[in-house]
C-alpha cells in the first residue's frame, strides 16, 4: 500500500510538472517574474500592476503584428489606413511601456501571450476582404477588452507609474475603439 501511494504521488507531482512546463505563457511567466522582483524587494500588493503590465507588452505587440499583416495584405484603402495609425501609436506605447518596465522594475514578455498568438493565427489566416473583416473585428474586439484594462489600472494601479502609463494611453484607446467601431460598420 505504501509503495502504491508513493507511485501515485510520483504519478501525480510528474503530472503537475509536465502541465506547468507546458504553460509557458509569456505573459504569465514576465508578471510572475516581476511579482517574485517585487517581493524580494518588500513590495506588496504588485499582482494586478505587474500581469497589466506583461499583458499590455504583449497587447501591443499583437497590434503591431496584426497592423503590420494589414498594411501589407490587407484589400481595403480604409483598412490600410487605419493599421497603419495603429502600427504608429502602439509602437509608441510600446516604447513607453518598455520604458516604464525598465524605470520600475517589470519584466515584460519578449513574444506574444498565447491568447494572443491564437488571435494573430487566426486573422492572418484569412485573405482578402474575409482578413480585413477579422482585422477591423478583431481590433475592435482587442481595443474595447484594452480600454477596460487601461480604465481599471488608471483607477487602480499600485504604481504611480503604472497609473500614470495608463491614464495617458486611455484617450488614444477610445479613439482607436471609436474608429475600428465606425471601420466595423462601414464595412459590413
Do not use: W
Request: hydrophobic share 45%.
Amino acid at each position: 500500500m505504501k509503495r502504491y501511494l508513493s507511485t501515485v504521488l510520483l504519478v501525480a507531482l510528474t503530472v503537475g510538472m509536465l502541465a506547468s512546463c507546458n504553460s509557458n505563457d509569456s505573459i504569465k511567466a514576465a508578471a510572475e517574474q516581476s511579482i517574485a522582483q517585487f517581493e524580494k524587494a518588500g513590495q506588496k500588493n504588485m499582482e494586478n500592476d505587474a500581469l497589466f503590465v506583461a499583458d499590455a507588452a504583449s497587447a501591443n505587440m499583437l497590434q503591431l503584428q496584426l497592423s503590420q499583416e494589414a498594411i501589407a495584405r490587407g484589400v481595403s484603402p480604409e483598412v490600410k489606413a487605419i493599421a497603419q495609425e495603429m502600427e504608429d501609436v502602439h509602437e509608441q506605447m510600446l516604447t513607453e511601456l518598455q520604458e516604464l518596465g525598465a524605470n520600475a522594475n517589470f519584466v515584460l514578455p519578449q513574444t506574444l501571450g498565447n491568447a494572443h498568438k491564437d488571435v494573430l493565427e487566426e486573422v492572418s489566416s484569412k485573405e482578402g476582404i474575409a482578413f480585413d473583416l477579422a482585422y477591423i473585428r478583431e481590433i475592435r474586439y482587442l481595443h474595447d477588452k484594452l480600454l477596460d484594462s487601461y480604465e481599471d489600472m488608471a483607477e487602480h494601479g499600485v504604481s504611480m507609474e503604472v497609473k500614470q502609463y495608463a491614464s495617458k494611453q486611455l484617450p488614444l484607446i477610445r479613439q482607436h475603439l471609436e474608429h475600428a467601431e465606425a471601420l466595423e460598420k462601414k464595412i459590413k
